[in-house]
């Protein structure tokens, strides 16, 4: 059962955001907030959605993180394919290109295994 908070709690949580210290800096959320097309001028409205960003990532690099300790060639090294796997988990896919430039200036060009 989940808990659930009292107006009076919600209220002063909600009032909180406001003064909150954020991981992601406010002008990374703002900017994406433009890019979706919203405008919020209410900074714990955007806080708060920074919050649940945080929280999603947070989610999805803990996945990814204990995905790389079961694996046996290098356990505990965060890799695409464990991040990608973590991501897939949590309904977002991804694909890796056929191949990945390693230099801009050196033109090599190193294939994934």
């Known amino acids: 059962?989940?808990?659930q908070l009292s107006n009076a709690q919600f209220e002063d949580f909600f009032e909180g955001l406001?003064?909150?210290?954020?991981i992601l800096p406010d002008e990374l959320t703002?900017?994406?907030l433009r890019c979706a097309g919203c405008e919020c001028p209410d900074i714990r409205v955007r806080r708060l959605i920074g919050v649940a960003a945080e929280k999603f990532m947070s989610d999805i690099l803990g996945d990814a993180y204990q995905l790389s300790k079961t694996r046996d060639d290098r356990p505990?090294?965060?890799t695409v394919q464990d991040l990608s796997a973590a991501l897939n988990e949590h309904g977002i896919h991804i694909d890796r290109p056929q191949y990945v430039a390693e230099s801009s200036t050196t033109g090599n060009i190193a294939f994934p295994k």
């Open 1 to 3: 059962m989940e808990a």
């Open 18 to 22: 406001g003064n909150a210290p954020s």
């Open 30 to 32: 703002d900017y994406y």
């Open 76 to 78: 505990g090294v965060l």
